[in-house]
Every structure is written in C-alpha cells, then in structure tokens.
Nanobody, 121 residues
C-alpha cells in the first residue's frame, strides 16, 4: 500500500513563505498528476494548484502569481511553494496524487493526511 506523506505546514506571518511537500511512502512507478487542495474553517475543499504528467500547471484564482506547484519525478514528490501568504490562505492543505504503483497498474488516486497552514496578520 502507498501512503502520501505531507510536510512543510506551520505558522507564518503575512507576507511570509512556506513550501509544502508531498512524497510517496515507498517507491512507485510514476506520478501522473499532482494537485493541492485547501479547506478553510467552515469551507468546502477547493483546488489550489494542479500539475499534469507533462508539467502543465493551473492555479486557483486566489493564488495565481503567489503559489507554484512543481514535481520531482526522481523523488516521487510534489511541492507547493507558497509566497506572499495572506491570512485568508489559512487552511488545511491536502495533496492529491494520481499514480501508478507499478508499470502494469492502473492509475490510482491517493490523498495526503493534510497539513495545517496558519497565516497570522
């Protein structure tokens, strides 16, 4: 079984930066797609950023120009670089990967456990 291990959350002042990481718990064949979602208090989970197998990216309107999603295929890891953080970015951030455990496996979707990001004003 594969688990996703998230790290990098924490408390930061407005204007600061954080980098979130999402790694697989063991070696896999390939990450196809990666995405980060956030869920603020009393809100629905929403897409923050996504990256395709080919490296194309898309972002939620509220984070465009401030957040960058990237991937390291050799490390089976997806990152979210967060800059110019605002108090309204405060949320639990979840990573979501579409991956193949083996070359012959279908692509399966996995979720991380969530990491808290708190931005103080």
């Amino acid at each position: 079984q594969v688990q996703l291990v998230e790290s990098g959350g924490g408390l930061v002042q407005a204007g600061g930066s954080l980098r979130l990481s999402c790694a697989t718990s063991r070696s896999i064949f390939r990450i196809n797609t990666g995405a980060w979602y956030c869920q603020g208090p009393g809100k629905q989970r929403e897409l923050v950023a996504a990256i395709s197998r080919g490296g194309s990216t898309n972002y939620g309107d509220s984070v465009k120009g401030r957040f960058t999603i990237s991937r390291d295929n050799a490390k089976n890891t997806v990152y979210l670089q967060m800059t110019s953080l605002k108090p309204e970015d405060t949320a639990v951030y979840y990573c979501n990967l579409g991956l193949k455990r083996y070359s012959y496996s279908p692509s399966e979707e996995y979720w991380g456990q969530g990491t808290q990001v708190t931005v103080s004003s």
